[in-house]
């Protein structure tokens, strides 16, 4: 399987550059998600909008915002109109404002962070109550290569963070480079949800090992100065499953997201050699779910057999093939400048830069099956929702990020 991350190791210098430089994409080797095994090169970035009719409307990409080195992540925690928080993976957010990317970084960690690969700055939560708090969490590999969810402060001025409000809230030991997974973000019940992969380096069985946070999805009350364990989280009296825990049985859950309108998590969960898949989990759920790897590969199982009672599979799946390698999860679209698009699921490959939609309601049933939108053309690494449900898209070779938009 591919690895969004795998090219990453080519941005390694590229992180550290100033934010007019732009990562070279990658020549022949791997994705930058999960972990590298050879394949083709995404198609380099298009010089016109690219836009697509293969579904039931046609979109294109608009860009938003340009200069940046190798975006990751895009946040809009609602604090000012026109305002989007950029995470780049050598260790900075920028702000961009109206269009225009501020010069100087809202937050710059890069002196702390282990950047490459699959590691790096991987996302940014901002809580629910950041226009008033400033409170905001990360997630980024240090300079020892494990995992740390770190708190900081907006600064008095509101346009950058206080590098003296960094407070480590996790730690995770990290036994290999990749599978990182990366996300932290915050659910609709206020507590802050964070993927891990499996660790990678061969440990697949982590995500079906109780004793440790590899290969989950945790749930963590972050109010404090810590974490406390949510009192109601799925495995609190068994002593035998670390209580962070919410949900298992993930290789590498890189992006996942939260409907806006209905509760639900939608997980992109990148796979190995065969299949990538889209997990679902619904809002009415309490948690304990079993996503099957490594028993389970998309709605496969693995070496020769298994017994699939107790596994939740995938409500969707692509096989690889034609340059697909790996998924990157996005959010059912809830905007308004896109009617057509309300409750479809949208997310995309890295290898090939396809965009596809899946309608909501359908793949909760097991009945809808995803439908091609666009042929993007970059390098999608992520996706972010602004407040208004608008979606965008991050270039991680062509240090852009893009909007969904209605072609013209």
């Known amino acids: 399987m591919y690895v969004l991350l795998a090219c990453l190791a080519l941005l390694v210098a590229a992180c550290a550059a100033s934010p007019s430089s732009t990562p070279a994409p990658p020549t022949g080797s791997a994705p930058l998600l999960p972990s590298p095994i050879s394949g083709p090169t995404p198609s380099p970035a298009p010089s016109a909008t ?40 050598g260790g900075r957010i920028m702000l961009v404002q109206d269009g225009s990317v501020r010069s100087t970084p809202f937050l710059d960690i890069s002196d702390r ?23 905001f969490f ?19 001025d509101g346009a950058a963070a206080d590098p003296s409000s960094a407070h480590p809230v996790l730690e995770i030991e990290q036994p290999a480079s990749n599978h990182n997974g990366g996300l932290v973000l915050f659910g609709p ?29 945790l749930r963590l009350d972050v109010s404090g100065d810590g974490y406390a364990i949510p ?34 998590l939608w997980i992109g969960d990148v796979g190995a050699g065969t299949w ?38 995938p409500v969707a799946a692509y096989h690889h093939g034609e340059g697909d390698c790996t998924v990157v999860g996005g959010y059912v679209y809830r905007g308004d400048a896109i009617p057509e698009l ?25 009945t809808a099956r995803p439908v091609l939108l666009l042929e993007t053309g970059i390098t999608v690494s992520s996706f972010g929702e602004d407040r208004d449900g608008e ?18």
């Open 50 to 89: 690219p836009t697509g009719t293969a579904g039931p409307v046609s979109l294109a990409l608009k860009p938003v915002a340009g200069g940046l080195s190798a975006p990751l992540y895009v946040a809009d925690p609602g604090d000012a109109p026109g305002r989007l928080y950029v995470v780049e993976q």
């Open 113 to 135: 962070v282990l950047a490459g690969g699959e590691r790096g700055l991987l996302s940014a939560a901002f809580a629910p109550d950041y226009a008033g708090s400033g409170r």
């Open 138 to 156: 990360v997630n980024y590999t240090d300079l020892e290569g494990d995992t740390v969810i770190g708190l900081y402060t907006r600064g008095a």
């Open 189 to 217: 019940d206020g507590y802050l949800y964070v993927g891990m992969g499996d660790g990678g380096g061969g440990g697949a069985e982590n995500a079906q090992r109780t004793g440790t946070l590899l290969g989950k999805m």
């Open 231 to 264: 009192p109601d989280n799925p495995f609190v009296a068994d002593p035998a499953v670390r209580d962070e825990i919410w949900a298992l049985g993930l290789r590498n859950p890189w992006r996942f997201s939260f409907d806006r309108e209905t509760g639900d």
């Open 276 to 313: 990538e898949e889209i997990d679902f989990q619904a809002a009415s759920s309490r948690g304990g779910e079993n996503y099957g790897w490594p028993r389970m590969e998309g709605p496969d199982c693995n070496a020769g057999g298994c017994e699939t009672a107790g596994y939740v599979v």
């Open 342 to 366: 309300h409750g479809t699921y949208l997310f995309a490959d890295y290898c090939s830069g396809r965009l596809w939609g899946l309608d909501a309601a359908g793949a909760r049933s097991r």
């Open 391 to 408: 979606l965008y898209l991050t270039d991680l070779s062509g240090g852009r990020v893009y909007q969904v938009v209605r072609a013209p």
